[in-house]
């Protein structure tokens, strides 16, 4: 298991942006840079799913909903992935996870809500 610590939820006014970040601080380096990461987000009483993927080289992919909108990144020697979101609407009120794929590790979450 890789143990992950996102930060950077809050509450915005729609239109407004937020950074999440997400590090693998006892991870060594070994372990997280192969992996695949990922954010996931779950809205009260729906499932969890998928909202950005990055693979190991920085290939990128993102759900329909927030294309042009938001972007993945990741910083291998910092052992960290980011998710920059951008004109965030009040449909991307949610609770933000980070994953990484290899490990199926899991982070605790941070809340995002966008106020309409």
């Known amino acids: 298991q890789v143990y992950l610590v996102e930060s950077g939820g809050g509450s915005v006014q729609a239109g407004g942006s937020l950074r999440l970040s997400c590090k693998a601080p006892?991870?060594?380096?070994?372990?997280?840079?192969?992996?695949?990461m990922a954010w996931y987000r779950q809205a009260p009483g729906k499932q969890r799913d998928l909202v950005a993927q990055?693979?190991?080289?920085?290939?990128?992919n993102y759900a329909d909903s927030v294309k042009g909108r938001f972007t993945i990144s990741r910083d291998n020697t910092r052992k960290t992935i980011y998710l920059q979101m951008n004109s965030l609407l009040p449909e991307d009120t949610a609770v933000y996870y980070c994953?990484?794929?290899?490990?199926?590790?899991w982070g605790q979450g941070t809340q995002v809500t966008v106020q309409g």
């Open positions: 006892r991870a060594i380096t070994s372990v997280f840079n192969p992996s695949p």
């Open positions: 990055i693979s190991n080289d920085g290939r990128t």
């Open positions: 994953h990484h794929i290899k490990s199926t590790s």
